[in-house]
């Protein structure tokens, strides 16, 4: 059975760093893109990275660009989201989702598999 595991998420002050981690199981990553997504309460969910399968090409919304950096480790069968620099407008829940594809997207609709999500809160 395909599975996503999201951890890594919690309470960190503004200007903090976050690593969250996807953990798949059920199918082999490297055949898959993979995204990040988040969504605040009362908001949409929000496409914030993608990285494709094969040459790793990554993408990024521009509310997080230079802060986050997504990474895969196929052999871990784990994906990683680097938050730096975090704000307070970047709590939310995060959710990592698999696409059975080449290349990300940061669209959720293009996602057939998802996590079950994490919770990130900046406050001081």
């Known amino acids: 059975q395909l599975q996503l595991v999201e951890s890594g998420g919690g309470l960190v002050q503004p200007g903090g760093s976050l690593r969250l981690s996807c953990a798949v199981s059920?199918?082999?990553?490297?055949?898959?893109?993979i995204g990040w997504f988040r969504q605040a309460p009362g908001k949409e969910r929000e496409g914030i990275s993608s990285?494709?399968?094969?040459?790793?090409?990554?993408n990024y919304a521009d509310s997080v660009k230079g802060r986050f950096t997504i990474s895969r480790d196929n052999a871990k069968n784990t994906v990683y989201l680097q938050m730096n620099s975090l704000k307070p407008e970047d709590t939310a829940a995060y959710y990592c989702?698999?696409?059975?594809?080449?290349?990300?997207?940061?669209?959720?609709?293009?996602?057939?598999?998802w996590g079950q999500g994490t919770q990130v809160t900046v406050s001081s």
């Open positions: 989702a698999a696409r059975f594809d080449i290349s990300g997207d940061l669209s959720p609709e293009a996602y057939a598999y």
């Open positions: 990285i494709s399968r094969g040459d790793g090409r990554t």
């Open positions: 059920g199918f082999t990553l490297r055949y898959y893109a």
